[in-house]
Structure formats: structure tokens, C-alpha cells
T-cell receptor, first 114, second 113 residues
């Protein structure tokens, strides 16, 4: 069975600083995608970034970047120059196999201090 | 604007009643999904559909039913057989069923009175 684990229930960062959220996953499949979603207080799930497992290059999206360590099955999210609007729940997810449903971690609550 | 809509935003149900949550998308996506979110938990898959007139059970399908008569619509019925239906329900869609990006609707909060 595929699993996704987020070991940090809560994190805090000072505005303008950098923070890294951790995620590990377990799958025996070779074809999979990894995602980070943001869920603000409105509860709408918003895609932050995605990484295809076959790509060696780490994905980046403006202030957001990932550190994808395939052998270690690790997929961390780095947020640079943190902003107040980054405060939210962040979920790591894996899309594995032909079914397409995502396997979610339990989330990390990020607080941003002014 | 293309996107996914869910209605209603809030729904209250008396015990023993069936209720239906609406999910519509105009993204021309083939695949659609229903997830349930409980406090302190990630999302868990209830049902998914890869194509019109076809759907599959997810991890927690008991007490729920779905239909997929149109590509744009994937309604979820929460039946009286669902023992603990109070939760936040999210609908999602993707171009294909596979390891692909899923886009989410705004969700429906269901409360059993």
C-alpha cells in the first residue's frame, strides 16, 4: 500500500524567512507524481507545486521549490521569503498508478509571524 | 472562467435522511473524484470516476453512492447508512485518471443534527 507521511504537525516561520516542510512516501510503483497542496482557512485546496518522479530536476514555482530525493523517498517543500499569505495547512500527496487518486499526508500547519 | 463548483457550501442533515452533494466542472476533464476530510486528517477517497457511466469505490465508500451520467457532473449521495457523515467533502477532477494533477472545488461542509 502507498503511504505519505508528514512528520511535522505544525511549523512556524518569521516573515521573509525560509522554511522547509518535510514529506516522505512509500510506493513500489515506478510511475508516480508528487504534489504539495495548500489549504488556507477558506479550505479550498490549491496546487502549490508538482514533481514527476521520472524527472531528476527539482521543480520550482516562484518562491516554492522542492527537494526530491527519489532513493530516500523524500519530497520536502521549501518556501522562501515567507509571506503572511503563506499561512495555511500544507498537504503532501502522491499520485500513483492508473487509478489516479491521490494519497495524502495528514498535513502541516504553517504559521507566519510578522 | 473554468473551474469546479460544489453546492451547497453548508448542508445540514437530520439522522436517517439521504442528502446529495453537487459537483460540476467545466474543465472538460475525464476523471472526477470525491474525498472526505476530517479534522486533523488528510483527504480520504470515497469514489472516483474515470469516464462517463463508470465509477469505482475508494477507501471509504460504505454509506455513499455516486452517479456519472454526464462528463461535467459527479454528484455524491450520503445515505442514512453512513454512520458518521459529519465532515468536509471535496470534489476534484483531472484530465485523465492516472498520476495527474487534480483540481479541487471549494468543498461542502456537511453536519448531521
Amino acid at each position: 500500500a502507498q503511504t505519505v507521511t508528514q512528520s511535522q504537525p505544525e511549523m512556524s516561520v518569521q516573515e521573509a524567512e525560509t522554511v522547509t516542510l518535510s514529506c516522505t512516501y512509500d510506493t513500489s510503483e515506478s510511475d508516480y507524481y508528487l504534489f504539495w497542496y495548500k489549504q488556507p482557512p477558506s479550505r479550498q485546496m490549491i496546487l502549490v507545486i508538482r514533481q514527476e518522479a521520472y524527472k531528476q530536476q527539482n521543480a520550482t514555482e516562484n518562491r516554492f521549490s522542492v527537494n526530491f530525493q527519489k532513493a530516500a523517498k523524500s519530497f520536502s517543500l521549501k518556501i522562501s521569503d515567507s509571506q503572511l499569505g503563506d499561512a495555511a495547512m500544507y498537504f503532501c500527496a502522491a499520485g500513483v498508478g492508473s487509478q489516479g487518486n491521490l494519497i495524502f499526508g495528514k498535513g502541516t500547519k504553517l504559521s507566519v509571524k510578522p | 472562467d473554468g473551474g469546479i463548483t460544489q453546492s451547497p457550501k453548508y448542508l445540514f442533515r437530520k439522522e436517517g435522511q439521504n442528502v446529495t452533494l453537487s459537483c460540476e466542472q467545466n474543465l472538460n476533464h475525464d476523471a472526477m473524484y470525491w474525498y472526505r476530510q476530517d479534522p486533523g486528517q488528510g483527504l480520504r477517497l470515497i469514489y472516483y470516476s474515470q469516464i462517463v457511466n463508470d465509477f469505482q469505490k475508494g477507501d471509504i465508500a460504505e454509506g455513499y453512492s455516486v452517479s456519472r451520467e454526464k462528463k461535467e457532473s459527479f454528484p455524491l449521495t450520503v445515505t442514512s447508512a453512513q454512520k458518521n457523515p459529519t465532515a468536509f467533502y471535496l470534489c476534484a477532477s483531472s484530465w485523465v485518471a492516472g498520476p495527474d494533477t487534480q483540481y479541487f472545488g471549494p468543498g461542502t461542509r456537511l453536519t448531521v443534527l
